[in-house]
């Protein structure tokens, strides 16, 4: 069922994941999320992170961390 989807998701990446942040989701998205909640492993539950403002990212992440775009004081752009 969706439980083995989202754990196959999780072992396909190379990597770990600590935490992923969602900024400002639309509608569409946040809909979605909820319905898939409920399929999702505890600990993707606990790395997902919806997000409202930048303030709240700020909360959490030092703003001399972040890009500009992002409300931050690092000179950098995807582009480069």
Avoid: W
């Amino acid at each position: 069922g969706m439980n083995r989807v989202f754990g196959d998701f999780i072992k396909a990446f190379p990597q770990r994941v600590h935490r992923i942040y969602v900024l400002n989701p639309p509608t569409l998205l946040r809909i979605v999320m909820r319905l898939i909640r409920p399929f999702m492993p505890r600990k993707m539950l606990e790395r997902v992170q919806v997000l409202d403002s930048l303030a709240k990212l700020h909360e959490i992440i030092d703003p001399q961390f972040l890009p500009r775009e992002f409300g931050g004081e690092l000179d950098y752009s995807a582009e480069d």
